[in-house]
């Protein structure tokens, strides 16, 4: 599975930003999808997590009630619609593919990663 990140960029604090991540390859039906995000000198961190048919999401708690992730299985791609966006909010954001929604979402783990799209969120 290849994945491919878009969306990222420059906003005020309060405002909003909509991520995609596009998958190719593989089945992309049979994948969960997530998304993490590594701000500088801090680790990796898990943002937001989908079952491939979209049943059901899971969220960190600094990001419940803002972001919202979706999928849509026709188009091959997982979105982040994020937010009251806030200045802690600034990172790399990554795409990620896996089997396991256990793994994404417990375990901060996926088989697959995307490139990574930067966000910055100004106060």
């Known amino acids: 599975v290849q994945l491919q990140a878009s969306g990222g960029g420059w906003v005020q604090a309060g405002g909003s930003l909509r991520l995609s991540c596009v998958a190719s390859?593989?089945?992309?039906?049979?994948?969960?999808m997530g998304w993490f995000r590594q701000a500088p000198g801090k680790k990796r961190e898990f943002v937001a997590a989908?079952?491939?048919?979209?049943?059901?999401?899971y969220y960190a708690d600094s990001v419940k009630g803002r972001f919202t992730i979706s999928v849509d299985n026709a188009k091959n791609t997982v979105y982040l619609q994020m937010n009251s966006l806030k200045p802690e909010d600034t990172a790399v954001y990554y795409c990620?593919?896996?089997?396991?929604?256990?793994?994404?979402?417990?375990?901060?783990?996926?088989?697959?990663w995307g490139q990574g799209t930067q966000v910055t969120v100004s106060s």
């Open positions: 990620a593919a896996d089997r396991s929604i256990s793994d994404l979402y417990y375990r901060g783990q996926s088989d697959y």
């Open positions: 989908i079952t491939w048919s979209g049943s059901s999401t």
């Open positions: 390859g593989r089945t992309f039906s049979s994948y969960n």
